[in-house]
């Protein structure tokens, strides 16, 4: 089966680091997406990753752990516009999405 | 300005009467989706086309139909709505293959009565 566990929700400070994770079990794996969604937008792409490692986008970067099913998305100096939810995402062996239920993250002054 | 537009943004619906929710795009891309979205479950789909002419069901099918008879149009037909239905519907397209990023329209909110 197919299954992505992110955090529910998250409390941050304007300014600081965040790191928010994502642990799946898939049959077949073609890369990992996060998305952000602000409250009552849609969802905008932030970031793929395929191969293990980092890979770093200004503000956000994104981590990726094949062997171990796991994946972070890393937001340096939080501003206020980053309140929103993280939604994490498997492509799957048809090209296909399964989307993990997101995580509000709630960015205080 | 490229993208995909949702039509209608909202709508209250009365239980048993048929809906459609429309969907286009202008950038060409081959595969289109349609999701509904609730409040602490992830995007779920609900059918998929690959390429023009053809359709696929995803994880939630049942209470929907879709067509795909040219590129830019995808639209989403609830033959009898049910409550249960009430949700927000995205629609989605994106190049196939792998790393390809899905393009997410603005949505409808949908209430069923």
């Known amino acids: 089966g197919q299954n992505i566990d992110q955090p529910t929700e998250m409390t941050a400070t304007e300014g600081a680091i965040v790191q928010i994770n994502c642990t799946y079990q898939?049959?077949?794996?073609?890369?990992l997406f996060w998305y952000q969604q602000h409250a009552g937008e849609a969802p905008t792409f932030l970031s793929y990753n395929v191969l293990d490692g980092l890979e770093e986008k200004g503000r956000f970067s994104s981590f990726l752990s094949r062997s171990k099913g796991y994946s972070y998305l890393l937001l340096k100096e939080l501003q206020m516009k980053d309140s929103a939810s993280y939604l994490c995402?498997?492509?799957?062996?048809?090209?296909?999405?399964?989307w993990g239920a997101g995580t509000k993250l709630i960015i205080k002054p | 300005i490229a993208g995909i537009t949702q039509a209608p943004t909202s709508q209250i619906l009365a239980a048993g009467r048929r809906m459609t929710l429309r969907c286009t795009q202008d950038m060409r891309h081959n595969a289109m989706y349609w999701y509904r979205q609730d409040l602490g479950l992830g995007l779920r789909l609900i059918h998929y086309s690959n390429t023009a002419g053809t359709t696929g069901k995803g994880e939630v099918p049942d209470g929907y139909s879709v067509s795909r008879a040219n590129t830019d149009d995808f639209p989403l037909t609830l033959a009898s709505a049910v409550p249960s239905q009430t949700s927000v519907y995205f629609c989605a397209s994106s190049e196939r293959g792998e790393g390809n990023e899905q393009f997410f329209g603005p949505g409808t909110r949908l209430t069923v009565l």
């Open positions: 898939t049959s077949g794996f073609n890369g």
């Open positions: 995402a498997i492509m799957d062996s048809n090209y296909q999405l399964i």
